[in-house]
């Protein structure tokens, strides 16, 4: 009996130290989630997710519409020159865009992990932002402001080929439809010289009839048509995305304007407090020195 009291009271404190640890553990944990800032990662994981659509699916559709030119619209190279190369710009530029903002979604990821730190540090009464902090915010703030305008003309921008392909699209469709009493097809024709996108002298620079439906049955339009929208609801999402880093910047950065001057205010209340204990204290000694 006396050799199983101690095994059972060793028994007792495993159990306790594993239920200790455990417990860290537990509270480890939550304190890290709170620490992220989950508003900023949702915007990041948006404007990721819209980028990437934007410039993949963006930059395929310009190959493949290039290529569906060549083919069908504009069979003398020298004719679409300027176009290839506006469209190899458009895919440099396409590629800048990727590599920016993958960058800075990660910098504004880290800045919203910053200001989160910032305020669980000021509800531990251990906050002391600087002017630094602060201008760091305004500037992200406005800078992001601006691409959200940029982003917005893009968005717009992007929508003209979809509204393009779209109306090929229906043509054809109407071409095809059961119900179609059209007596001469060939004089249904879509010219492409009549959107700006190839001169006027390009040949043939039109399709019309069973050449127009044939165009419309390539993968060549298919996949150009299909990654125009999706590339068009990836611009979407990332001006979404700004507008949401957008709001999380102005409340961040109204928050630590706020808590300046809520610890200048603490700071001299403090002060005032300091002096009146000091003044009483001097008075009850002058006090206990006169009655002696």
Known sequence: MD????????????????????????????????????????????????????????????????????????????????????????????YGIASFFFVYAIILLAEGFYTTSAIKKELQSDF????????????????????????????????????????????????????ANITSPDSICVDVRQYGIIPWNATPGKACGATLGDICNTSEFYLSYHLYIVAFAGAGATVIALIHYLMILSANWAYLKSAVSTHDYQDIKTKDDQDLEAEARSKDGQNSSSYS
């Open 128 to 179: 002391k932002t600087t002017v630094c902090g602060r201008c760091i915010t305004a500037f992200f703030m406005f800078l992001t402001y601006i691409l959200a305008l940029a982003f917005l003309a893009i968005f717009g921008f992007t929508g003209i080929p979809v509204f393009l392909f779209f109306n090929m699209w229906t043509t054809c469709a109407a071409m095809r439809a059961p119900d």
């Open 3 to 94: 050799g199983t009291k101690p095994a059972m009271e060793s028994n007792a404190e495993e159990t306790q130290d594993e239920g200790q640890e455990s417990k860290g553990c537990f509270e480890c944990c939550i304190k890290c989630l709170g620490g992220v800032p989950y508003a900023s990662l949702v915007a990041t994981i948006l404007c990721f997710s819209g980028v990437a659509l934007f410039c993949g699916c963006g930059h395929v559709a310009l190959t493949s519409t290039l290529t569906m030119l060549e083919n069908h619209f504009s069979r003398v190279s020298s004719d679409h020159a300027t176009l290839a190369l506006v469209i190899q710009i458009f895919q440099y530029i396409i």
